[in-house]
Nanobody
Framework: QVQLVESGGGLVHAGGSLRLSCTAS????????MAWFRQAPGKEREFVAA????????YYADSVKGRSTISRDNAENMVYLQMNSLEPDDTAIYYC????????????????WGQGTQVTVSS
């Protein structure tokens, strides 16, 4: 079992930046694909970014491409999402996810989920 805890969310003005963190425990995530998803009020959970264990494969949603960077520190069992130039449409609960089966951009591709961290972007 892998437990995931997100942190780093908060309230930020449009144009600002946030760095979300995901702390994994229970197992080392060095061989896991890791991802970030988000869910805005009244909307379905959607893919944001993902990175496989070797760091050679990285995916971003078009909505955040060029503004966000996913990174991981396997030694520390941590995953990060740096978000810049934030927009009100980025307001959502952001979830960290892990999978031993390889990187994916779909919800069903991930077996472990955190509880989420709220990001609110004011205009």
């Amino acid at each position: 079992q892998v437990q995931l805890v997100e942190s780093g969310g908060g309230l930020v003005h449009a144009g600002g930046s946030l760095r979300l963190s995901c702390t994994a425990s229970g197992r080392t995530i060095s061989s896991y694909a890791m991802a970030w998803f988000r869910q805005a009020p009244g909307k379905e959970r959607e893919f944001v970014a993902a990175k496989n264990w070797s760091t050679k494969t990285i995916y971003y949603a078009d909505s955040v491409k060029g503004r966000s960077t996913i990174s991981r520190d396997n030694a520390e069992n941590m995953v990060y999402l740096q978000m810049n130039s934030l927009e009100p449409d980025d307001t959502a609960i952001y979830y960290c996810a892990a999978s031993p089966r390889g990187v994916s951009m779909t919800l069903s591709g991930y077996d472990y989920w955190g509880q989420g961290t709220q990001v609110t972007v004011s205009s």
